[in-house]
């Protein structure tokens, strides 16, 4: 998913196993697999240049992102509600969101931290919050992070997988992704 996500956000085009390698900063064989899963799963974004497959983003984002939303996952394992915001350099959700757009954010930010990085920064031994409290803030431990044009944001497309469907309920939150999809990916 992540190469998929990356390969949309930075437009690639005709990118080979092993430059998707050395961008993603992974094995060859790991995009070999990952090849393998999107030709299982008919994701329209490989061809054939010779010999090779290739990764090479549709023109019309907009529908190819319709097209595969489907098959995509929250990148969220776990979701933590701290007493006290702990300032981390990582913004995802709604906070993210609200970067990218001219959304207000939460009383609280909404930070990222991917699983290598989850013992430390403590965030498990933090103080978490009871029931009906209002957090300092919310950490998401993310599967991947995308870091969107090096600005310690999660990319566009993820920011859309990992809102709750509460946030999503918000008429001025949906307006806002698609200002933020029409700006930053179509």
Known sequence: QKMILT????????????????L???SKMTISRS???????DVKIL??????????????IKKFWSEIHSVLRNPVIARYELQDDINLEKKAGITALCEYTLLSDNEYPTYAVIKKELSE????????????????CVVLELGYFIDFRKKSMEDPLSV??????EEK????VMISINEMLEEYVW
């Open 121 to 136: 920064s403590g965030i498990k031994e933090k103080k978490k919050i009871r029931r009906g409290e209002e957090p300092g």
């Open 47 to 60: 061809e054939m240049k010779g010999k090779s497959r290739v990764i090479t983003v549709p023109h019309d």
């Open 160 to 165: 859309v997988l990992s809102l709750t469907d």
């Open 24 to 26: 993603l900063g992974v």
């Open 35 to 41: 090849f393998d899963e999107l030709e299982y799963l």
């Open 169 to 172: 309920q918000d008429e001025r």
């Open 7 to 22: 390969s949309i956000c930075e437009k690639w085009n005709n990118i080979t196993v092993s430059k998707a390698a050395e």
